[in-house]
């Protein structure tokens, strides 16, 4: 049986292409590694913008109201 590996903060800056100031934004919103992991887009997905823009456009929505 394999093990399941659990996401980490660490692996999520790596994969999203994200800095200290993104990763501090997706805590202070409540996001989790893989609440971020997942919201990676797909090749075939060009429509949806890339996690750090998604991130730092929630952050600024979320400080406006």
Avoid: F, H
């Amino acid at each position: 049986m394999a093990k399941k590996r659990k996401s980490t903060w660490a692996e999520a800056k790596k994969r999203c292409r994200l800095n200290q100031v993104d990763i501090q934004m997706a805590k202070e919103l409540g996001m989790t590694p893989k609440s971020l992991l997942q919201n990676i887009p797909s090749p075939t997905q060009q429509w949806k913008a890339p996690v750090k823009v998604w991130v730092r456009d929630l952050y600024k929505k979320s400080l406006v109201e």
